[in-house]
């Protein structure tokens, strides 16, 4: 999983996987907690409001926290 982004624009994608998405503000939460949806506490939180777009580095953190923690478990 990888995250690029740019602040003067706020164009951020995300990588999944070989599927790349563009994260819009305006549907953010609808985006994301579908696209992360293999992490449901973190899609939930997404889903609340919990976490906001200017969440956004912090979500991918800790989903990639998560994401490689599932894998060396395996």
Known sequence: D?????????????????KVI???????????????S???EL??????KEYQYSNLIEIVTEYNYWYNYQRQSK
């Open 22 to 36: 563009l994260v819009e503000k305006e549907r953010f939460n609808l985006i994301l907690s579908d696209y992360l």
């Open 38 to 40: 293999d992490n449901e």
């Open 43 to 48: 899609s939930k939180k997404i889903i609340s």
């Open 2 to 18: 990888q995250f690029a982004g740019s602040t003067g624009n706020e164009s951020f994608y995300l990588k999944k996987d070989d």
